[in-house]
């Protein structure tokens, strides 16, 4: 990689073989062959060594997914505050490397994607069953209060999307001003806050309209839009096609 990559996904890593070596912040970290490792996609991260023979399985959780599955709140605080989970697969190494292929095949076909998602949060649960809650005097890559303020700005929105925030909200419980927090977000992500906000309330909604027998009115209002035209206008531009459309397919 040529330069650090960020984005607001949880990565999962999985190494068939081989090892890489990621940079953190200015930490290094390797990834071992035969491993099963997930870690906050905006911390930025980049590539800077790895084997010849190395073949791995990436796949991305959107954080707002990431957050509804409740997994173990010491878990998920590992996670945000910058640790890189890795854990060694040994003996399961066989059953992730079939449980990746078939992800990737699913989702290549638009096949079940709810049970891919059902798959996956599973699979972090195992993870969780063989993790411990940090003791006092062990140390996270980052502390909370140090973590960049875009990050604390996508952090903020993957919690509060369902609720009417506005710019100036962010701004202020970010400690920023809301135009020079909207460009910082703009530079790390190519994309407004508010076409953010509303692009994590449309994916929401996808996976209710997948999930659930919900109506479509009552998905728009639970996902944060004040207007069903709203909703469908915005639906629209992201996916070319209504919601029900979007259901049906």
């Known amino acids: 990689m040529k330069k650090p990559d960020r984005h607001n996904e949880i990565e ?16 290094k970290v390797i990834i071992p062959e035969n491993s099963f490792s997930l870690f906050w996609g905006l911390i930025p991260h980049q590539i800077v060594n790895f084997t010849k023979s190395a073949q ?11 957050l509804e599955w ?7 605080d590992r996670i945000l505050k910058g640790q890189v989970v890795i854990e060694d697969s040994g003996e399961h190494s066989t059953y992730d490397k079939f449980l990746f292929e078939n992800w990737v095949k699913d989702l290549a076909e638009d096949y079940t994607p709810e049970a891919t998602l059902y798959e996956m949060r599973a699979r972090l649960l195992r993870l969780t069953s063989r993790l411990y809650p940090l003791k006092n005097d062990e140390r996270l890559q980052i502390k909370i209060d ?16 369902m609720k009417p925030i506005k710019i100036t909200d962010i701004g202020r ?3 920023l001003h809301p135009d020079y927090a909207n460009v910082i977000f703009k530079k790390a992500f190519h994309t407004t806050i508010y076409d953010y906000i509303i692009q994590e309330r449309i994916m929401h909604s996808q996976r209710k309209l997948i999930t659930t027998n919900n109506k479509i009115t009552d998905i728009a209002f ?8 709203r909703f469908n206008t915005a639906f629209q531009k992201l996916n070319n096609c209504t919601p029900r459309e979007y259901r049906k397919k």
Do not use: H, M
């Open 222 to 229: 639970d996902c944060g839009f004040n207007s069903i035209n």
């Open 70 to 76: 409740k997994l173990p709140s010491f878990f998920v």
């Open 56 to 66: 791995y399985f990436v796949c991305t959780i959107p954080l707002t997914q990431f």
């Open 12 to 27: 999962i890593n999985y190494l068939i073989r081989g090892n890489i070596t990621y940079l953190f912040q200015k930490s």
């Open 146 to 161: 140090e973590i960049s303020k875009v990050e604390q700005i996508a952090l903020y929105i993957a919690q509060n999307f």
């Open 173 to 175: 419980e970010i400690g």
